[in-house]
């Protein structure tokens, strides 16, 4: 079982469900790409006479849009660079840290990835869309949501000062917990 053999590149992508594993193979010999998301194989192409290009598929429960460039830096050399909705994975992130807020926390022993999509107000936890309930409040608003027996909600208040608009913060049971980063 030749399993493997030709992996060139892995990158770990965060998304609103949870954090992807993209491998790829390429044979520079055989022009073989495989690529593999989360460990199931998505593209498998043996004898690609052309080494160079570009390979694209989806990622996640989204079907986010990903492409893996293959171009040649001198002789037998190639960089492999990944896409995320047609931006670099650097650019994705960067732009993900602006868009979503993230937290982990660990509950009665089970972890939790929780994502707030600030512009649809969506709510993940570990890969699930949850349903929530929106509320106005004296200083802001509240998005509720449940995770197994515990009353969630993330609280959303201006912070007074334009640049940093506003400040989201999840509540477990009465406690804040603090955002992760990714």
């Known amino acids: 079982l030749e399993k493997m053999t030709d992996l060139v590149a892995v990158w770990e992508v ?9 491998e790829f193979e390429h044979g520079t010999t055989s022009g073989k790409r495989v690529v ?32 893996i460039n ?8 190639y960089e492999y660079t990944l896409e995320i909705n047609g931006k670099s994975l650097k650019k994705h992130m960067e732009n993900r840290s602006k868009t979503t807020n993230t937290w982990v926390l660990s509950l009665g022993g089970t972890d939790y990835r929780v994502v707030l999509e600030k512009d649809t107000m969506d709510v993940w936890c570990n890969g ?9 409040v004296e200083d802001g608003t509240e998005t509720h949501f449940s995770v197994g027996d515990h009353s969630c909600y993330i609280k959303a208040v201006s912070s007074g000062k334009r640049k940093e608009g506003i400040i989201h913060t999840l509540i477990v049971d009465d406690r804040e917990i ?3 980063v990714e």
């Not at 965060?14 to 993209?22: F, Q, R």
């Not at 293959?70 to 050399?77: H, P, R, S, T």
């Not at 699930?128 to 106005?136: L, R, S, V, Y």
């Open 14 to 22: 965060a998304l609103s469900d949870g954090i992807h594993k993209i």
């Open 36 to 67: 593999y998301v989360d460990g199931k194989e998505e593209i498998r192409k043996e004898w690609m006479f052309k080494l160079v290009g570009k390979e694209t598929f989806t990622v996640g429960a989204a079907k986010t849009r990903a492409a």
């Open 70 to 77: 293959i171009d040649a830096v001198g002789g037998f050399a």
């Open 128 to 136: 699930q869309k949850m349903e929530t309930a929106g509320e106005f």
């Open 178 to 180: 603090p955002e992760a």
